[in-house]
């Protein structure tokens, strides 16, 4: 425990984990599973091991600002693809890998990163046939696959993987909490040992004190008990922003129930000054992620990520109708009149 | 504690070690120190701080292996310069920094990794002032200075630095364990930022449950009695080592007692074969790192790092008289015939 031990993990760790993710559909054994500090130093380490400085990386958009920090430390070139109602747009991407050589997709198809949709079935399979088609390696971040929500997540993409293209990584941080520094990834071999010899040279192994310490939580069944309270706990809060937002927050507002996660993805209506908004709210003491933290371009600035995992119900109430006056009196009327769709008419 | 934390590590600990600096001689305030998951990730921090593909990198030779994994996983180009019994040679270092810019030079002063000599006061002074004269970073790996064997360890070469050009690195691995996996890192403050925003995208942060039970460690005077103890183990560990190498192994075998670490590093005779002498001292349940590890080239196949460091007396001696029988049995004694030394002689 105390000397330098596998590089790929703590043994019996992997152990445990190997067997949890047939919850998720995937059949891997120890031997695919290697333990890093936290997804972060997963979406890293691939990154360093798939990326060259110059290589194009396609990311969500709106989507997690922890990839667009691992692959642009790594020299990439990042590269926006939208999302919808369903999850990743596969037609724009489809559009975008016949034109351009791309070294990585990121994605999080089971809670989209900030939004919270779900990648519909459709889109999955479409997914993975494009990841084939162009021999582009996907690296699926399935974060908060064990706090979802609104029933049984959708099964993994890495499921649908038979050519081996889908990188997945997984973490404790949202089932326990991100101070632990602990995730996995699940590769096919020959990636898998150049992960491993990435996270050797980056800092021999992650810890095996915590590894050791998380390995009784699960074996004991203590992990499994938490995620059932936490999820309990988790929905209660989530129904009470739903309900907070919608009393609140202005007309025009919009917003949907996210499948998993911890955050309530929020677009402000057309006129809402975003920068105005962000200030003030923090000077009452009402904190969110501005939208714009998840955008390569910069847009986004009147979106708002809402976490709700540490706060009662009783709290998100009250945030929330301070939260409402500062958007009302920062958003202009004139501004809201609503404008005729024009998408996909003639155009 | 459980949250994301200070990218930089956990306050309070960054507080103790600063105030444990003062013992090296580095004055330096919390916010100069920045915490990181080990000596290993701190060297991988700064080399993607400071070398890009393609750029130099010097290191000792024999010397680090971690530091030629971590600068090479950074695409560097790794030169070598030698070490002889009063450490870095800086006549070779000045000769190279002539003829070829260098982005990084990567030294352990105050123990040399592997052969345990010590930087003199000369050459610190001479590296120092060509860091200076050549605007070249140093990566001062300080690995070591807790468990000094003989005596107090010079001051740090960080003491020298007047330009900020030294990048201090401790650990607190070989005091404690390597399991713990917390270092730091100590550097002018630009630089720092850089690194704390590299560490960032790399994890986030180091666990902070580590680092508070080391905080404790060290605050409650713990650590200190702790290293007390283990110093003088491991003077009596190396005590024994050097005596039984002495006894066993044959003439013409070369060490000399280092001024600290936990290995002794031993050059054995011309005609050694370094390869059929590890096989079966494997076999014989004798294990040691071999000399070629810690170079670039290759070389170092006749030279062992015997680690002392877990192992009792009775121990050694047993296994050293195990090595001693296998180092004689594939020496060959025609080419231990003694050739006449001209380095030096009108060459």
Redesign the interface.
């Known amino acids: ?5 596998d590089p790929r993990g703590w043994p019996p760790l992997r152990e445990e984990i190997a067997r949890a993710l047939v919850g998720r559909g995937i059949v891997c054994e120890p031997a695919d599973v290697v333990v ?3 997804a ?2 997963a979406l ?1 380490l691939v990154g ?1 091991v798939l990326l ?2 110059g290589d194009t990386a396609v990311l969500e958009q709106p989507g997690y600002f ?1 990839a667009a ?2 692959f ?2 790594c020299g990439a070139n990042l590269v926006g693809v939208g999302v919808d109602a369903a999850g990743l747009r596969t037609d724009e991407l489809a559009r975008f890998l016949r034109s351009r050589r791309v070294k990585l997709l990121y994605t999080t198809p089971a809670v989209q990163s900030p939004t919270g949709v779900v990648l519909d079935e459709t889109r999955r399979r479409a997914l993975v046939a494009l990841a084939d088609q162009h021999q582009v390696p996907i690296l699926e971040d399935d974060y908060d696959s064990e706090l979802r929500l609104g029933g049984p997540a959708a099964p993994a993409l890495k499921t649908l993987d038979h050519a081996g293209q889908v990188v997945y990584v997984g973490t404790f941080s949202k089932a326990l ?5 602990l995730g996995y990834i699940v590769a096919a071999r020959p990636l898998l040992e150049r992960i491993t010899a ?1 996270h ?11 590894q050791a310490a998380l390995w009784e939580l699960i074996h004991d069944g203590i992990l499994e008990r938490h995620v059932r309270r936490v999820r309990r706990l988790y929905a209660e809060r989530l129904a009470a922003l739903v309900e907070a937002v919608g009393r609140e927050l202005p007309e025009g507002t919009r917003f949907s129930p996210p499948a998993g996660g911890t955050a309530l993805w929020v677009e402000l209506p057309p006129g809402a000054d975003g920068d105005a908004i962000f200030t003030r709210a923090l000077e009452a003491g009402v904190a969110y992620t501005r939208g714009d933290s998840f955008t390569l371009d910069g847009a986004g600035s009147d979106c708002l990520s809402l976490c709700f995992a540490n706060l009662s119900p009783a709290r998100i109430a009250e945030g929330l109708a301070l939260l409402g006056r500062i958007v009302r009196a920062h958003t202009q009327r004139a501004v809201r009149t609503r404008r005729v769709k024009t998408r996909g008419m003639g155009t």
């Open positions: 425990m105390a000397a330098h031990q890093v500090g936290g972060q130093q890293d360093r060259d400085p922890g920090l691992a642009r430390a909490f991100p101070g632990l520094r990435a050797f040279a980056a800092n021999f192994q992650t810890s095996p004190l915590g």
